[in-house]
């Protein structure tokens, strides 16, 4: 089973909203006149947190260029900005469309900058002009290299359902639904329709017919793409987000009538999940919802991102729920809560909860138990299987174990003390 690598995190793509206001050929980058300081440029930044394996750059009067790198903020140079250096920056950036910040305080675009592709959301904040830029990437990862349990292997070969992958922003849901439909481009003829905003990495058609559509620039909102993409003949249908009931229905429709429907949410369990898409629905149509979900839901992969033991990269962690008879009836009834201990029942299909997957890491010595504690859904339960996560040895004291729920029961490996659960 592979890891996130540090490199491979610096390709991590935002899902935040936003349009695009460049097409793909415009997509260079324009320089500007201003008045920075010498050295002073976004060209410059980027090139320089980019041969960190940074995820992004912050751009702040009154501060320090900055980069996120592992998960962490920190100073790309000492030198700090003035209110003239973000002008001129932003003027760089923003070429024709600058007016725009003025108008609405803030702009999406993307570029092409120092090689790396880079989308930048420009914004006004106390009178002076910001920038977030996040490097995407061109490359997409092998699916056996993302640290995902072997059962997301079998993701590609279903041919109807629908699959979310869900988890925080940057949590590597784009990845990871990247590498699952380039494996399906290469092994099988479909014709892929994508809804995206924006499009984070771009395909080369193999076997399949592939088509991405941008919200904001090839369509209007992810609603009225989706209705648009059942009358283009998919057979397998990429959602970006489900934001609306409208969008959430139609994906199901899809579902329903014999499309491979894979989503994203915002959401950190499967559980979660489950109760998202039926709670944006009025409560007199949510037993309809309920029913739909279940016989279309085919697996749920929530993830995220954890700093390595060693302080150096970060590691996947995740959780997988595969839809059994008994956790499809158990969504029909409404019966959510039960769904955790479903899981853990259903082993052999494929299904791990999230704290079973944090143990594994532990006790592979991948992250450290407070890492992982922190990580957690159940506190006392991960303390009763993992003692030594209740004691910081950065503060030499005992941490709390917070709410305590039902524990389910495994098998204690020897000499350790804590359950060990294997990934399937």
């Known amino acids: 089973m592979g890891d996130f690598s540090s490199d491979y995190l610096a390709q991590l793509n935002a899902m935040n909203a936003g349009e695009m206001q460049e097409d793909d050929e415009d997509y260079a980058y324009e320089g500007g006149s201003g008045k920075a300081a010498a050295g002073v440029s976004a060209e410059r930044y980027i090139a320089m947190a980019a041969a960190r394996g940074a995820s992004d750059v912050h751009l702040v009067k009154g501060i320090p260029p900055k980069c996120r790198h592992d998960g962490q903020i920190e100073n790309i140079e000492d030198r700090v900005l003035t209110d003239e250096d973000c002008e001129a920056i932003a003027k760089e950036l923003a070429g024709k469309y600058y007016q725009q910040i003025a108008e609405i305080g803030e702009l999406d675009l993307a570029k092409t900058i120092a090689g790396e592709r880079v989308r930048i959301n420009l914004f006004r904040q ?18 056996e290299d993302l640290g995902l349990p072997e059962v997301v292997y079998q993701f590609p070969k279903y041919n109807k359902g629908i ?3 869900t988890g925080e922003t940057g949590s590597g849901k784009s990845t990871t639904l990247a590498a699952v439909l380039d494996r399906i481009n290469h092994t099988r003829q479909e014709h892929i329709v994508t809804l995206e905003d924006p499009i984070e990495y771009i395909y080369k058609p193999d076997r399949c017919i592939i088509n991405q559509r941008e919200i904001g620039k090839d369509t209007r909102c992810y609603a009225d793409g989706l209705r648009a993409v059942l009358r283009e003949d998919p057979d397998i249908i990429l959602i970006g987000e489900m934001r609306d009931p409208e969008t959430i229905e139609t994906a199901l429709t899809a579902a329903e009538t014999g499309h491979l429907v ?12 489950v109760d ?25 992969l929530s993830q995220q991102l954890l700093l390595r033991a060693g302080g150096k990269g970060r590691i996947l962690a995740c959780e997988v729920m595969i839809a059994t008879p008994s956790i499809r009836n158990l969504i029909r009834e409404g019966k959510t809560p039960q769904m955790q201990s479903a899981m853990l029942t259903a082993a052999a299909e494929g299904s791990i909860t ?33 003692p030594e996560a209740g004691f910081d040895p950065a503060e030499g004291a005992a941490v709390s174990s917070g709410e305590t729920k039902t524990a389910p029961s495994g098998k204690t490996s020897r000499g350790s003390g804590r359950t060990v659960f294997t990934i399937h």
Do not use: W
């Open 126 to 143: 106390q009178g002076s002009i910001s920038a977030a830029l996040r490097i995407l990437s061109d490359h997409i990862p092998d699916l």
């Open 163 to 165: 699959v979310l992958v």
């Open 262 to 273: 894979f989503a994203t949410l915002h959401t950190n369990s499967a559980v979660d999940s």
């Open 276 to 300: 998202r898409m039926v709670g944006v629905f009025p409560e007199e149509r949510q037993p309809q919802i309920r029913m739909e979900l279940s016989t279309s839901i085919k697996a749920v």
């Open 354 to 386: 999230m704290d079973n997957f944090l143990l594994n890491l532990v006790t592979a010595g991948k992250v450290t138990p407070q890492t992982a504690y922190e990580a957690c859904n159940d506190r006392s339960y991960f303390l009763k299987q993992c």
